[in-house]
């Protein structure tokens, strides 16, 4: 955890310079909503009112978690960020471990049989709203074995959507994790291929999937098949493989971790803008640290500290995982860390991956650790579409398998699985038509592979 602080943005000069009128009225002396626009810092009003206000929030939050803990971690709590080994020793917190580790816990210290919410948008495992609507749901339509197929392409990241800057593509732990923990559950996924491609993106997403992946695992094969790229997050995911397959063109590695902000402070001046910080610590160390996230601070020597510590201890967590996902030391990823990347073939020799192959390969593989024909049924789980995306290029056997995969996903599917993968998906890409969109954005046309048949 870091401290609180407030920081305000004044633009009176701005406004003088660009000759906007500022005419405003206050009720109040202490009032001051108006000063961004009439000041170039707060008044003496506004920053005793503020000054109370944070000593008052910052008292109640460190008494509260003092309280709460039991122990004078009161010091500790504006001094972070703290990896969590760190965070452990100074009694920030009991144990280590995810999300379903902790609810276990508690349902062994209650002596209850199931956890539930009661704030959130989360879910419980099991009982309430989900039993309902899964009564209405009827049978499960992926009830016969199969092998799983998921797609995790794009960058990795914690929510679902939602924000300014957010949008469907990329993996998402909220969305993601939920359908590797049902596909740990599911007796009829017999296996999962896991088809990733991606650079990488949040830590501690990459993290919680990793966990997910390893769960599945200890249920049943769990076969990991490299597209373009598996990459810092990416290969962090990926190491939970019990066999990973790669493309000789495919990219590796890259374990290592970064971290950094913009600051915009000196840039701001520029326009005459003039950003005040105003923490609620009295020592400065740590009201510097309440703002090592601010846009508009830059770091000093202390905190950066602080952040190289961090992603030190990241790192080392980066490595311990991929030694137990591959079941090595860590001594082996000597000339394969430390943020390098590899072709398809090289990490192979270095014990990233362990076979070059495609999809069609890992689908195979998985087919046969669980048990079922080399025919046997392959569904695309999580992510409907996508399919020509997913497997690419020309190989007949990728096509074959995503031919059977098709026309198991949806109704549609099943309706145009005679028709080759490339009309299939402009087919796809036209139905809304027929749903009433009034408006679609599709290539008016469909490209057929040219190569050799």
Same mark, same amino acid.
């Given at each position: 955890?870091?401290?609180?602080?407030?920081?305000?943005?004044?633009?009176?000069?701005?406004?003088?310079?660009?000759?906007?009128?500022?005419?405003?009225?206050?009720?109040?002396?202490?009032?001051?909503?108006?000063?961004?626009?009439?000041?170039?810092?707060?008044?003496?009003?506004?920053?005793?009112?503020?000054?109370?206000?944070?000593?008052?929030?910052?008292?109640?939050?460190?008494?509260?978690?003092?309280?709460?803990?039991?122990?004078?971690?009161?010091?500790?709590?504006?001094?972070?960020?703290?990896?969590?080994?760190?965070?452990?020793?100074?009694?920030?917190?009991?144990?280590?471990?995810?999300?379903?580790?902790?609810?276990?816990?508690?349902?062994?210290?209650?002596?209850?049989?199931?956890?539930?919410?009661?704030?959130?948008?989360?879910?419980?495992?099991?009982?309430?709203?989900?039993?309902?609507?899964?009564?209405?749901?009827?049978?499960?339509?992926?009830?016969?074995?199969?092998?799983?197929?998921?797609?995790?392409?794009?960058?990795?990241?914690?929510?679902?959507?939602?924000?300014?800057?957010?949008?469907?593509?990329?993996?998402?732990?909220?969305?993601?994790?939920?359908?590797?923990?049902?596909?740990?559950?599911?007796?009829?996924?017999?296996?999962?291929?896991?088809?990733?491609?991606?650079?990488?993106?949040?830590?501690?997403?990459?993290?919680?999937?990793?966990?997910?992946?390893?769960?599945?695992?200890?249920?049943?094969?769990?076969?990991?098949?490299?597209?373009?790229?598996?990459?810092?997050?990416?290969?962090?995911?990926?190491?939970?493989?019990?066999?990973?397959?790669?493309?000789?063109?495919?990219?590796?590695?890259?374990?290592?971790?970064?971290?950094?902000?913009?600051?915009?402070?000196?840039?701001?001046?520029?326009?005459?803008?003039?950003?005040?910080?105003?923490?609620?610590?009295?020592?400065?160390?740590?009201?510097?640290?309440?703002?090592?996230?601010?846009?508009?601070?830059?770091?000093?020597?202390?905190?950066?500290?602080?952040?190289?510590?961090?992603?030190?201890?990241?790192?080392?967590?980066?490595?311990?995982?991929?030694?137990?996902?591959?079941?090595?030391?860590?001594?082996?990823?000597?000339?394969?860390?430390?943020?390098?990347?590899?072709?398809?073939?090289?990490?192979?020799?270095?014990? !990233?991956?362990?076979?070059? &192959? +495609?999809? #069609?390969? *890992?689908? =195979?593989?998985?087919?046969?650790? @669980?048990?079922?024909?080399? /025919?046997?049924?392959?569904?695309?789980?999580?992510?409907?579409?996508? !399919?020509?995306?997913?497997? &690419? +290029?020309? #190989?007949? *056997?990728? =096509?074959?398998?995503?031919?059977? @995969?098709?026309?198991?996903? /949806?109704?549609?599917?099943?309706?145009?699985?005679?028709?080759?993968?490339?009309?299939?998906?402009?087919?796809?890409?036209?139905?809304?038509?027929?749903?009433?969109?009034?408006?679609?954005?599709?290539?008016?046309?469909?490209?057929?592979?040219?190569?050799?048949?």
């Amino acid at each position: 955890s870091v401290g609180i602080a407030f920081q305000l943005i004044f633009g009176r000069s701005l406004l003088d310079k660009l000759k906007v009128g500022v005419d405003f009225l206050q009720v109040g002396k202490y009032k001051g909503a108006q000063e961004p626009y009439t000041r170039d810092e707060p008044s003496p009003e506004a920053r005793e009112s503020i000054d109370l206000t944070l000593r008052d929030i910052r008292k109640a939050w460190i008494d509260a978690v003092v309280e709460g803990r039991g122990k004078p971690v009161g010091d500790a709590l504006e001094d972070g960020p703290h990896p969590a080994k760190e965070a452990k020793e100074l009694g920030l917190i009991d144990e280590i471990g995810f999300l379903d580790e902790a609810r276990k816990k508690a349902r062994e210290s209650a002596g209850a049989e199931r956890t539930r919410p009661i704030f959130g948008g989360k879910s419980g495992e099991g009982g309430g709203i989900d039993e309902l609507l899964r009564s209405f749901a009827g049978s499960d339509p992926s009830a016969d074995p199969h092998v799983a197929l998921v797609r995790a392409t794009g960058a990795i990241t914690m929510g679902g959507g939602g924000g300014l800057l957010s949008s469907d593509d990329g993996i998402s732990e909220a969305k993601l994790g939920k359908l590797l923990k049902d596909l740990a559950d599911d007796e009829a996924a017999k296996a999962v291929v896991l088809r990733i491609d991606s650079p990488g993106g949040s830590a501690l997403a990459s993290d919680l999937l990793w966990h997910r992946l390893m769960e599945i695992r200890k249920k049943k094969p769990l076969i990991v098949s490299v597209g373009g790229m598996a990459a810092s997050g990416g290969y962090y995911m990926s190491c939970a493989g019990s066999k990973i397959y790669a493309e000789p063109t495919s990219i590796v590695g890259s374990i290592g971790v970064v971290a950094g902000k913009l600051a915009f402070d000196e840039t701001l001046e520029q326009f005459g803008v003039n950003v005040v910080t105003m923490p609620a610590a009295p020592d400065p160390k740590k009201a510097a640290r309440a703002t090592m996230l601010s846009p508009f601070d830059r770091w000093d020597d202390a905190t950066r500290a602080k952040m190289l510590a961090s992603m030190e201890s990241v790192y080392g967590l980066f490595l311990d995982r991929i030694a137990e996902g591959r079941g090595f030391d860590k001594k082996v990823l000597d000339g394969a860390a430390e943020g390098r990347i590899f072709g398809g073939v090289t990490a192979k020799e270095l014990k !990233l991956v362990d076979e070059i &192959g +495609g999809l #069609d390969d *890992a689908l =195979r593989h998985a087919l046969s650790e @669980a048990g079922l024909p080399a /025919d046997g049924k392959v569904r695309l789980r999580g992510q409907p579409g996508g !399919l020509a995306e997913l497997f &690419g +290029g020309g #190989d007949e *056997a990728a =096509r074959a398998f995503a031919e059977r @995969a098709a026309r198991e996903v /949806d109704p549609l599917e099943k309706l145009l699985g005679k028709l080759p993968l490339e009309a299939r998906a402009w087919v796809r890409a036209m139905a809304p038509l027929a749903e009433r969109e009034k408006v679609v954005t599709s290539i008016p046309f469909v490209v057929m592979g040219t190569g050799p048949q």
